[in-house]
């Protein structure tokens, strides 16, 4: 925080005051002062003569503001301005903030102010032990980082069941200014402020450089105009599992350096944040063209480890194989004769050679089979043939020549020869 000239400390106290103090102060002041006593102990302060601070409607303007505790947000104890200098002012802790600011015009002398350190009355020693005082600040600098309310458990800042209260300060790369963007928020008493919620400061943790305040279900990105911001956590006992993930990335003014990125959101990053795996814009824009690279090859993804056991086991897959031809060029090489099999011709032919089909229509069938019956009763017509030209040899014997015109017609009928030739042979098979 800012300070402001002459500003004494001693073991048992010590005093400051308003610049050029009894003089005029100058115009657009704004010094800040912590007063830190030790453990178990508290802090008075006192006001000298002369006092003047330009007296205004609930000291709106020039005022001295003084809060109970070591940040902007603490409780206020009061404001105070006009003529007449202030009471005695007593803490209730070991801390005590407290903040001088002028404006424009319309100065006077200021003040002077003496601090000391007495017992804390509420303070019971319990066995000679004496409990450790929380002290729950983290502070956090760099191009980027990460905020995150879990390392208030990991190191121990609060006990089980107790309330948290700690503040994140944050220190910008030179020149530059901060953006936030919550990875992870949820306050277990969604909508309830004075049980838990996240607060975001611009420049110190004075109430009026308060930037935003989350206690909904919801909470948006933060662009602060200066290098430090301050985030202040609090949560009561009873809202122990609130929790919060916030990036934090320095960035500045466009127009954009050479090793800066512009992001396209009025916002330069530094170059080594540009494809990195996170979202240091406001929009995504430092990480999309990263999709247009090549992966990395096989050789760049082999890791030493790799690289040694495959190296290894190379090399013995190669002594191996060289043992191995050097054993079969020293044997002497060996005939062997293969017999061959007389080939079947016949049976390959039956293989490969298409089978053979005979052709025939039904009229064909139909037709053998009447000449096959007409050709059975000419052989039977045949065999009763003799035995009947025998009776007649022996009729006409006896019997004269009655007959003879009948055995004349029967005799030509006899000698006939039938033209019949069985011309209906089986046909031959088709190939």
Avoid at 182 to 192: K, R
Avoid at 314 to 319: A, D, E, F
Avoid at 354 to 378: G, M, Q, V
């Amino acid at each position: 925080p800012t300070q402001c000239d002459n500003w004494v400390r001693t073991s048992n106290g010590g005093h400051f005051a308003s610049p050029n103090y009894p003089n005029m102060y100058p115009p657009n002041q704004e010094c800040i002062y912590i007063l830190e006593a030790a453990p178990r102990q508290r802090i008075e302060l006192t006001f000298d003569e002369p006092y003047y601070i330009e007296p205004s409607f609930e000291c709106r303007f020039d005022h001295l503001e003084v809060r109970d505790g070591p940040f902007g947000f603490s409780p206020l104890i009061n404001r105070y301005c006009g003529l007449k200098s202030p009471p005695l002012i007593r803490s209730t802790g070991r801390f005590m903030w407290i903040k001088f600011t002028s404006d424009e015009e319309l100065e006077g002398k200021g003040f002077q102010a003496k601090y000391s350190f007495i017992p804390d009355p509420d303070f019971t020693y319990l066995g000679g032990i004496l409990n450790p005082i929380p002290d729950c600040q983290f502070e956090l600098s760099g191009a980027d980082g990460v905020v995150r309310s879990s390392q208030v458990e990991q190191e121990g800042k609060t006990k089980p069941g107790q309330a948290v209260d700690c503040i994140w300060t944050i220190k910008a790369t030179p020149n530059a200014k901060i953006y936030l963007r919550f990875l992870d928020y949820q306050m277990e008493h969604s909508n309830e402020c004075k049980r838990n919620f996240v607060a975001v400061y611009d420049g110190s943790s004075s109430i009026e450089n308060l930037k935003a305040k989350f206690c909904s279900t919801v909470a948006n990105d933060v662009m602060l105009q200066t290098g430090t911001g301050v985030v202040r956590m609090w949560a009561d006992e009873g809202s122990r599992l609130s929790r919060f993930r916030m990036l934090f990335t320095s960035y500045v003014d466009p127009p954009c350096s050479g090793n800066t990125y512009f992001c396209h959101s009025n916002m330069c990053i530094n170059n080594s944040l540009v494809c990195n795996g996170i979202q240091n814009c406001a929009y995504p824009w430092d990480e999309n063209h990263c999709r247009e690279k090549k992966k990395n090859g096989l050789f760049e993804q082999i890791t030493k480890t790799h690289g040694t056991i495959i190296g290894i086991t190379s090399g013995i897959v190669l002594v191996l194989l060289i043992i191995s031809i050097l054993v079969q060029v020293k044997q002497p090489r060996k005939k062997v004769m293969a017999c061959k099999t007389a080939f079947n011709k016949t049976g390959f032919q039956e293989v490969f050679d298409p089978p053979h089909y005979e052709l025939f229509s039904l009229r064909d069938k139909e037709i053998s089979a009447d000449l096959a019956d007409l050709s059975e009763e000419l052989e039977n017509y045949q065999k009763m043939r003799r035995p009947s030209t025998a009776s007649r040899c022996i009729h006409d014997h006896h019997c004269g020549s009655q007959t003879s015109n009948i055995k004349q017609s029967r005799t030509n009928l006899s000698s006939m020869e039938l033209p019949f030739r069985n011309d209906f042979a089986q046909p031959q098979p088709m190939k």
